[in-house]
């Protein structure tokens, strides 16, 4: 409260917490209509927010400091605010843009999830914000609809044509479980997975090697789906098999074809884990499927780094049970399945092995399962 009022001269009404996550599997499937195995994490950001009557929407970012900026709601565009506070601004527009009764309003934005390490920061902020505001202004929406704001806000205001995983994860999620979402019907399961009942530990793998993905590379292998697509008469790649690939690689020139392959085998190892998951099969065993991912997201997508590949190599050295990179890549984090109890020799071998190859050291934290938006104290 005392960083809002030394903001705004105020207290905040309310405030809400929006959880990063983490990505156990299903890489570059959500915006192909596939199928993907999220979960919360401890991490996250809190938006505190306080109404107004005079039509200003004024943000303030604890980690980026300054003044608050402050901008008319009618002249909410994309493209009038950049940087971080982009991501909270654009789901005031986007309210605004379904017609909702949207006012002035001031909101603080406060969070612990490492920015620039894949674990989804932007959709924490824009999940926040959301959930804050549809309780401020008493907008009754429903978990998805909030789930659909906040992407909106990314795809369209912010400019980064992400899925719905992210923000998905970040509402819809509860503790001890991951989020088994069909990404084409919106249809959601939990699905329980305790790592510490079973003597282990999911790591996160920050590779302190930000990721940029507005840049472009994320969009071209979403075009490149598109593409693919088109060329082979179905309305996503979802709806491909294996039995598909020999015609896709006939038909496509080869990089396109092996794009297509990632997002084809990446789903049928979404399903292998959920079936393995509700076969109560040991957790060590959806290891070799986390490994597969990683080697078809940096052999097939072409979507890896030095850094990632790095930390993967080294925590499987290190005798992780499996371990991918997460995220849209080209930096970011990774995360590793390993025995509890090895935690420090892993950190300790990843951290080698990259200062060996004279890249920064990682940092290497565990997270569990943990729940999604919720009211919080202000």
């Not at 598909?244 to 997002?263: G, K, S």
Request: charged share 20%.
């Amino acid at each position: 409260m005392t960083g809002f009022a030394e903001a705004f001269g105020r207290t905040p009404d309310l405030a809400w917490h929006a959880p990063g996550r983490i990505n156990l599997i299903g890489e570059h499937t959500d915006y192909n209509d596939g199928f993907v195995l999220p979960a919360a994490i401890p991490y996250g950001v809190t938006a505190q927010v306080a109404a107004r009557t005079d039509g200003l929407v004024r943000i303030v970012s604890a980690q980026l400091g300054g003044e608050p900026a402050e901008i008319p709601l009618d002249a909410l565009a994309p493209g009038v605010v950049g940087g971080g506070i982009a991501y909270v601004a654009g789901v005031v527009w986007e309210m605004r843009r379904r017609g909702l009764p949207v006012a002035g309003v001031d909101i603080r934005i406060d969070g612990d999830v490492p920015p620039g390490a894949g674990l989804s920061s932007s959709a924490a902020m824009e999940c926040a914000t959301a959930t804050a505001l549809d309780d401020l202004w008493s907008l009754g929406l429903d978990p998805l609809t909030l789930v659909e704001i906040a992407r909106a806000a990314e795809n369209d205001f912010v400019g980064m044509p992400c899925g719905a995983m992210d923000q998905a994860a970040s509402v819809l999620s509860t503790a001890g479980h991951a989020l088994f979402l069909d990404t084409r019907a919106m249809a959601t399961r939990q699905v329980p997975i305790d790592p510490a009942a079973a003597g282990l530990e999911l790591l996160v793998i920050d590779t302190r090697a930000p990721h940029r993905l507005v840049d472009g590379e994320y969009a071209r292998r979403r075009r490149s789906c598109a593409e693919a697509c088109t060329a082979l008469g179905v309305a996503a790649l979802r709806d491909l098999d294996a039995g598909d690939l020999p015609r896709a690689f006939a038909v496509l020139d080869p990089v396109t074809a092996r794009r297509v392959r990632h997002v084809v085998t990446e789903n049928t190892r979404v399903l292998d884990t959920i079936a393995l998951l509700d076969a109560g099969a040991d957790l060590r065993t959806l290891g070799p499927l986390l490994t597969a991912s990683h080697h078809s997201l940096r052999d097939d997508y072409e979507v890896s780094c030095a850094e990632l590949d790095t930390a993967v190599e080294a925590a499987l050295a290190a005798g992780a049970y499996g371990a991918r990179m997460m995220g849209g890549g080209f930096g970011g984090s990774a995360v590793a399945l390993v025995d509890a109890g090895k935690r420090e020799w892993v950190t300790h071998i990843v951290q080698s092995a990259a200062e060996r190859r004279r890249l920064a050291a990682p940092e290497v934290f565990p997270v569990a399962p943990a729940a999604g938006a919720r009211r919080v104290a202000v």
